[in-house]
């Protein structure tokens, strides 16, 4: 029998970059603990880290390229199905043009170190601009604000969690997201070291949620009106002499604009509105302006709902205004080794804008469309229309808004084609699917992550299997792609080799940061805390801020008319549905690990105590949800946790679909809250999916 051994790597499953120690025997995997020499992750893991080892021995994980046919899926040999792409897609683009292929990346491609360096190749090869992601169902507000306030979408200042004195958190749940936007492994350590030095911990949102519990002050707020609570902590840091630029006084322009544009929102005005009152709005705002440091951190409550764009602008504003921006204990930019702000020139033009989707005139922002129009771009004929699909590591079916819409699109086209392990929701519907190897045989080095760290360090995790038989990574798939589809060779690129090369050309290559050294510290390096560094961060041309680029200022208008009309709103759906995530789930994709879905069914809609005394409704009983595109039934969860007036639903659920082969997610699919929420539902600064305030009604069955 071999021996015991130890690898060490950083878990990829979600952005918290947490270090594992593993202790495996040949191809078995023995034990995944915390790696307590990780610099960053501090000896912490979250419960998915152990799915990394169902990933690499499930049965239902595809290894062979499949093909559909009319008598079923038949396994081919690689050669075989890049042929058959190759004239598939050559034939529709020759007919129809290049737009005519449209592609998907679902989250994993932001977690594969592979996929983030040969994705642009692949891009290229392809020739449509009709690209789509999972990110503008999850974060474009931030990458929007980013690019009109500094420059470039990627310039994205994160909390410094680790030394601020008060942490105002609107519609983010770190304790179990373990950041998102905000890198940061093991928060609940970091929410208690705050509160252990004095400091406190302010959590806005329409459920007590699991970061709500351990903060020291949580505070209910109605869906979608994060705005308007924004705009009045604004007004009155303003109206009581509060706002203070600091060091960046020479350097912010608009605040003029901004005092302007809040004046029409004092916390009077919006507090019936909000469901805070305007005192308890009034004394936040003077504890963030007093604090000795203080950062505002807006997440998913506040980017995936109709008022999205602005709620990320004016998180920034709030930051900046109270002198809480790039400077110890506020918004702070990371300095990661690998730079990808560093190759974006000051100046550069945005690619936000330059196009518009093709039915409903959505942005194009950063070089992809909204996948809330996808649906339409398929369905819809005429020139332009999308007739052939790529799918990469993604199930939008289930993920993406009116997601049943969606997959009668996907049945519809010429032809598709999906790079996944899985045979599930979405790729039923491909012509051909492309297995990649996955989790432990792959290299590791978080491309994007570090770039939203609350700390710099730098790792690089070798694979811990080899790759068998015929199995290809996803980067040699989109090389193998692209290579086929324009007729020329395949040189002899390879991750590392890229990595390489940005190392030796980043920020810390004076320090002698490289692969090699990466390579002989398993555990990683520690480069040292956030510094002030906005100089070299920022990308406008004059080196400026913008605090009120004219974008924001023109949507007030819309926020104004929407408070107007708030109670009209509810008679036909009295009910605001709001998401909930769950700490063994990550999306879609961690739902066939039978150590994760085990136990009690988790997809439940919870309801507030009062609502469901009145609706007589009792805990465990099922009940329908009604939307205007569609309906469920699903088990009630009752509970003082969540404000009168909303529901919640987590997200990632609804693995009953026919024809799939995710035998662990069928014995506990749940639903998918994609089946309630609107497509037409979005914010139209960055055309953002609004999931959050989606209407609904709720009765028992």
């Given at each position: ?32 603990k ?56 050559k ?7 290049n ?12 977690h594969?170190?592979?996929?983030a ?31 009109y306030?500094?420059g470039a ?34 928060v ?11 400091g ?38 303003i109206?009581?002499?509060?706002a ?7 350097v ?19 507090a019936e509105?909000?469901?805070?009152n305007?005192?308890?709005?009034r004394?936040?705002a ?10 505002c951190?807006?997440?998913m409550?506040a ?12 998180t ?7 002198g809480?921006f ?13 730079d990808?702000?560093?190759r974006?020139p000051?100046g550069k033009?945005?690619?936000y ?18 996948v809330?129009?996808l649906?339409?771009e398929?369905?819809?004929e ?18 993406a ?11 519809q ?24 190897t ?17 700390r ?17 990574h ?23 080799l ?10 810390y290559?004076?320090q002698?940061?490289n692969?090699q050294?990466?390579?002989d ?5 520690d ?24 974008i ?16 009209e709103?509810?008679?036909?759906y009295?009910?605001e549905m ?5 700490a063994r ?11 994760l ?19 007589g ?10 939307s ?16 009168q ?9 609804g ?25 037409g ?21």
């Amino acid at each position: 029998m071999s021996e015991i051994k130890t690898h060490y790597r950083t878990c990829n499953i979600c952005e918290a970059m947490c270090g594992l120690e593993i202790k495996y025997q040949g191809n078995e995997v023995i034990s995944i603990k915390p790696d307590q020499e990780d610099p960053f992750s501090r000896g912490h893991i979250c419960p998915k880290a152990v799915a990394l080892q169902d990933f690499y021995h499930d049965p239902d994980r595809l290894r062979t390229p499949l093909k559909r046919t009319a008598t079923g899926w038949e396994e081919i040999r690689w050669d075989e199905a890049f042929a058959d792409i190759t004239a598939n897609i050559k034939r529709i683009q020759a007919e129809h043009g290049n737009d005519a292929v449209g592609i998907y990346l679902g989250n994993p491609n932001a977690h594969n170190f592979g996929n983030a360096l040969f994705l642009p190749h692949f891009f290229k090869a392809v020739g449509s601009r009709n690209r789509f992601s999972s990110a503008s169902a999850d974060q474009l507000p931030h990458h929007v604000a980013s690019n009109y306030m500094f420059g470039a979408g990627m310039a994205i200042p994160v909390p410094d969690i680790d030394r601020t004195d008060y942490m105002l958190i609107i519609g983010g749940n770190p304790v179990v997201s373990n950041g998102s936007m905000m890198t940061a492994a093991g928060v609940p350590g970091r929410i208690k070291d705050i509160k252990n030095r004095g400091g406190k911990v302010v959590v806005i949102d329409p459920r007590k949620t699991e970061t709500a519990r351990i903060a020291s002050e949580h505070v209910f707020i109605r869906p979608e009106k994060d705005a308007l609570f924004l705009l009045a902590m604004i007004n009155t840091v303003i109206s009581e002499g509060l706002a203070k630029l600091g060091h960046l006084e020479s350097v912010v322009d608009g605040l003029n604009e901004v005092k302007q544009a809040c004046a029409d929102f004092p916390p009077e005005s919006v507090a019936e509105v909000v469901g805070i009152n305007a005192e308890k709005i009034r004394q936040l705002a003077r504890e963030m302006a007093s604090a000795p440091s203080a950062v505002c951190y807006s997440r998913m409550g506040a980017s995936t709902q109709s008022f999205g764009g602005l709620c990320l602008w004016l998180t920034n504003v709030l930051n900046i205004i109270t002198g809480n921006f790039d400077r110890e204990g506020g918004a702070m930019f990371p300095l990661p080794a690998l730079d990808l702000l560093q190759r974006t020139p000051k100046g550069k033009p945005s690619s936000y804008g330059r196009f518009q989707s093709r039915v409903r005139q959505l942005p194009y922002n950063n070089s992809e469309f909204p996948v809330a129009t996808l649906a339409e771009e398929i369905l819809t004929e005429g020139e332009g229309q999308i007739r052939a699909m790529f799918t990469i590591a993604g199930n939008p079916v289930l993920s993406a808004p009116g997601g049943d819409n969606l997959g009668k699109a996907f049945a519809q086209l010429d032809y598709m084609v999906s790079v996944d392990i899985y045979l599930n929701e979405t790729t039923q519907h491909a012509n051909i699917i492309l297995p990649a190897t996955h989790g432990l045989e792959v290299a590791h080095y978080d491309i994007f992550f570090n770039s939203f760290a609350v700390r710099n360090t730098v790792k690089f995790s070798p694979p811990l299997f080899e790759k068998t038989g015929n199995q290809m990574h996803d980067w040699q798939i989109l090389k193998a792609l692209a290579s086929h589809l324009t007729g020329t060779p395949e040189d002899g690129s390879t991750p590392e080799l890229l990595l390489e090369m940005g190392l030796q050309t980043g920020p810390y290559k004076d320090q002698g940061i490289n692969l090699q050294k990466l390579k002989d510290n398993p555990h990683g390096i520690d480069l040292g805390p956030l510094k002030p560094c906005l100089e070299n961060r920022i990308r406008t041309a004059d080196g400026h801020i913008q605090l009120a680029p004219q974008i924001y200022l023109d949507d007030l208008a819309r926020l104004k008319d929407y408070a107007a009309s708030d109670a009209e709103r509810r008679m036909e759906y009295p009910f605001e549905m709001i998401g909930r995530r769950l700490a063994r789930s990550h999306n879609t994709w961690t739902q066939n690990s039978q150590r994760l879905v085990k136990g009690r069914n988790p997809c439940t809609v919870l309801i507030n105590v009062e609502d469901a005394e009145r609706l007589g409704i009792t805990k465990g009983q099922t009940v329908v949800v009604r939307s205007a595109t569609g309906h469920v039934e699903m088990e009630a969860d009752v509970s003082e946790d969540i404000l009168q007036g909303v529901v919640s639903i987590p997200q990632g659920w609804g693995h009953n679909r026919k024809d799939t082969r995710m035998t662990v997610a069928a014995t506990q699919p749940g639903i998918s809250i994609n089946t309630l929420t609107d497509a037409g539902r979005v914010d139209p600064l960055s055309g953002n999916a609004a999931f959050n305030g989606t209407p609904v009604a709720i009765e028992a069955i």
